[in-house]
């Protein structure tokens, strides 16, 4: 054990500079977006009227604001709490072959396991740090955005001193979950880790579940908010509503790695040109991850298919619903502009992570007579599959949601424009994060030679 514990230092050893602050910075993204989305909805719910008497200009649409808020923090915190997962299983990866070492020289499951998640908590707890700081230092340009009622201040929008704590704490807790999960693999097969022999198998009942979750949504919008509305439970119907797309939009994580398997095995098997074969496999290989580099850029789109719906809010008939409208363009806006920075961070991160983990590979395809070229052509294949994936997943998923709630599918142009307008700018996103991690393949494919 002695042996063990002293070895761990050499075996756990830092990958390098860009491999370790990786994760540090999707832990730091997740807790500044997660800090201000649960403050800004706070501040919101402090604006509500207290009932004491009749409600007059912005105490009169405040309950729909707040409404507007919850809805917003739910598509937008699941995402971000997910990415701190992403974070924590990214902190890991780095590790997994130095870690199904220490199990092939004699470590525990509790050692191996013991010191993984302390490494993955420490970078949790140094990315929180910075998240919150992150938080604080954007909260000033916040209170300048215009949403049709009193603006808000800088203590409106900051959350109790005691939320800060309990966010790292959870944040942690997080951490060391998603670790623990992860680390099945080198706990039961240290030998399927160092040979990199696992064998990926999705179940069709991730599909089957999301297709009943959507079949449950319009049964809901068409019968039983009718219902509840007869009963006087309207804040009910909206409640189930709410639960219901959120559970919608979560579940597109769950089946997005099938869909990407199924058709990276399709693809694998028709492939016309080498590097397309070889991205197929990289696929099939790993859906998750191929899934997850995308994950954000769908949920970025289905908020924009969100959005869209409020082109039709355009004409006010009062002050109260001008204010109203300025207040949901403006919050639609921003909760677009937060999932956007949620996709590029964790596209960016992402990717350039895939390429750290298949730089044996690259340099072994390379030694093989794969020229550099072909390497870039393959890796634009394994990301431009499960992008056009997610369009279509994200299209699919917003045109329900819409069909559902306006009772037909959208017609208006505007409403289409900026739909398309919001694609455009996610494939912008990809090619980005492309670019980022283009240099490192040529670097690790050339490295030694």
Partial sequence: MNALLSSAPLLLRRRGALADILPIIA???????????????????????????????????????????IIASVLLVPS???????????????????????????????????????????????????????HAAVTPALTRLDFGITPF?????????????????????????????????????????????????????????????????????????????????????IAIMVLFVGAIVAGLNVVGPFVVWVTALALARIAPTPSLLVGARRLAGDPRAGWRAVSGITFALVIAGFLTMMAVLGNATSPEEAMMFTAMTTGG????????????????????ARVIDQAPRLRAQ???????????????????????????????????????????????PLMIAQYLISVVGAYALVIAAVLVGSPLVKRYALRGA
């Fill in 27 to 69: 832990f730091a993204a997740a807790t500044a977006i997660l800090a201000t989305v649960l403050g800004g909805a706070a501040a919101f719910v402090g604006r509500m009227p207290t009932g004491a008497g009749p409600a007059t200009g912005e105490e009169s649409i405040m309950g729909m604001l707040v409404f507007c808020a």
């Fill in 333 to 352: 806006l921003l909760t677009l502009g937060i999932a956007a920075v949620l996709a590029a961070v964790s596209t960016g991160v992402t990717q350039t």
């Fill in 366 to 412: 390379h030694i093989a007579g794969a020229e550099v070229s072909q390497l870039h052509r393959a890796r634009i294949a394994e990301i431009a599959v499960p992008v056009g994936l997610s369009s279509i997943l994200a299209t699919g998923t917003a045109l329900l949601v819409m069909m559902a709630v306006l009772g037909g599918a959208p017609s208006d």
């Fill in 153 to 237: 201040t800088v203590p409106d929008l900051l959350m109790p001193w005691w939320a800060y704590p309990t966010l790292v704490a959870a944040l942690v807790l997080l951490s060391a979950g998603s670790a623990a999960v992860a680390l099945t693999g080198v706990v039961v097969s240290p030998l399927g880790v160092a040979r990199d022999s696992r064998v990926v198998r999705m179940s069709v009942i991730r599909v089957v579940l999301w297709v009943a979750l959507i079949i449950g949504f319009f049964l809901f919008m068409q019968v039983g908010g009718m219902i509840l509305g007869q009963l006087g439970g309207g804040m009910i119907a």
């Fill in 80 to 134: 971000a709490v997910g990415l701190g997962g992403s974070a924590a299983r990214l902190s890991l990866a780095r590790r997994e072959q130095d870690l199904a070492t220490m199990r092939l020289v004699g470590g525990t499951s509790a050692q191996v396991g013991g010191l993984a998640v302390l490494d993955v908590v420490m970078q949790s707890i140094i990315g929180a740090v910075l998240g919150i700081g992150l």
